[in-house]
């Protein structure tokens, strides 16, 4: 097995990434975003992370969240709130690597970023658990600041950098909607990997979605998954899709060798919005 595939999935189990401070993003950012981030090049670039890192296998959850919101138009209102909320919709695989989620701190600096994650996927034993991440990941580097400093003094933007809180429901976001509303109503729906076709489930949730009327950015593993959901939400909605199909550039770059259908896959591969 190569030694990136290893560390891969030693990550599963640590808050730490089997890499070197060289491939990861251990620390913040030697400098804020000049301009929107639009492909892994770019990210790579002002991460100072060389291209044959492999990290964008498990950042690529929390680089979707970035550019959903991106495309929902709310990335100049980042700059000018203090906390940013988003429902993120049907979490599975991001629940063994939650930690991946504190790069939103480099992100969205200065904006505290809350996130309700509820899916019926979510552990009766974790239902209602919080989660801070105040810090990076940290590297296998022993000597590395971010060791013992996570913040690099040398970094400009470090002392506006906020906290990602994470919260756990188990359970539909049509059924737990109105608790989890009270503290906390959303500026942005995510529903990643959704497979909305295959799931009667997301119906009621599709109807709630356009009751409350808040922006709503969906992905799934290929095009043709994104063509049925759309498909789908029309139905309930008798509406098209507020953005339409189109590729991610943030999508993992590792195809999907077990999906059923006959069709290149990749997760968070496509997405559009309603």
Same mark, same amino acid.
């Given at each position: 097995?190569?030694?990136?595939?290893?560390?891969?999935?030693?990550?599963?189990?640590?808050?730490?990434?089997?890499?070197?401070?060289?491939?990861?993003?251990?620390?913040? &950012?030697?400098?804020?975003?000049?301009?929107?981030?639009? =492909?892994?090049?770019?990210?790579?670039?002002?991460?100072?992370?060389?291209?044959?890192?492999?990290? =964008?296998?498990?950042?690529?959850? &929390?680089?979707?969240?970035? #550019?959903?919101?991106?495309?929902?138009?709310?990335?100049?209102? *980042?700059?000018?709130?203090?906390?940013?909320?988003?429902?993120?919709?049907?979490?599975?695989?991001?629940?063994?690597?939650?930690?991946?989620?504190?790069?939103?701190?480099?992100?969205?600096?200065?904006?505290?970023?809350?996130?309700?994650?509820?899916?019926?996927?979510? &552990?009766?034993?974790?239902?209602?658990?919080?989660?801070?991440?105040?810090?990076?990941?940290?590297?296998?580097?022993?000597?590395?600041?971010?060791?013992?400093?996570?913040?690099?003094? =040398?970094?400009?933007?470090?002392? *506006?950098?906020?906290?990602? *809180?994470?919260?756990?429901?188990?359970?539909?976001?049509?059924?737990?909607?109105?608790?989890?509303?009270?503290?906390? #109503?959303? #500026?942005?729906?995510?529903?990643?990997?959704?497979?909305?076709?295959?799931?009667?489930?997301?119906?009621?949730?599709?109807?709630?979605?356009?009751?409350?009327?808040?922006?709503?950015?969906?992905?799934?593993?290929?095009?043709?998954?994104?063509?049925?959901?759309?498909?789908?939400?029309?139905?309930?909605?008798?509406?098209?899709?507020?953005?339409?199909?189109?590729?991610?550039?943030?999508?993992? &770059?590792?195809?999907?060798?077990?999906?059923?259908?006959?069709?290149?896959?990749?997760?968070?591969?496509?997405?559009?919005?309603?």
């Amino acid at each position: 097995m190569p030694l990136w595939c290893i560390g891969y999935i030693l990550w599963l189990e640590s808050d730490t990434w089997n890499l070197s401070n060289i491939l990861c993003p251990c620390r913040g &950012p030697s400098s804020p975003i000049a301009k929107a981030l639009c =492909s892994w090049k770019d990210y790579y670039e002002w991460r100072c992370i060389p291209l044959q890192s492999p990290v =964008s296998l498990l950042l690529h959850w &929390p680089l979707t969240v970035y #550019h959903s919101i991106q495309l929902a138009g709310l990335g100049s209102l *980042t700059s000018e709130i203090s906390k940013l909320c988003i429902h993120y919709l049907g979490p599975e695989k991001e629940l063994l690597q939650l930690a991946v989620f504190g790069e939103l701190r480099a992100l969205f600096p200065g904006v505290f970023v809350q996130i309700e994650l509820i899916g019926p996927a979510v &552990p009766h034993h974790r239902d209602g658990d919080k989660i801070d991440l105040h810090s990076y990941a940290h590297c296998i580097e022993q000597d590395c600041d971010c060791r013992y400093k996570n913040e690099n003094t =040398s970094c400009s933007i470090c002392h *506006t950098s906020s906290a990602v *809180t994470l919260q756990l429901h188990r359970g539909y976001y049509h059924e737990r909607f109105l608790d989890i509303s009270e503290d906390s #109503h959303p #500026h942005l729906v995510i529903a990643p990997n959704a497979g909305i076709a295959a799931y009667a489930s997301w119906l009621p949730t599709i109807e709630l979605i356009k009751e409350i009327n808040v922006p709503a950015v969906f992905s799934d593993y290929c095009e043709e998954a994104c063509n049925l959901a759309a498909c789908c939400i029309n139905a309930v909605t008798n509406q098209p899709p507020r953005l339409p199909i189109q590729l991610n550039p943030f999508r993992q &770059p590792m195809v999907v060798e077990d999906s059923p259908l006959h069709l290149p896959c990749y997760s968070n591969c496509f997405l559009f919005a309603m």
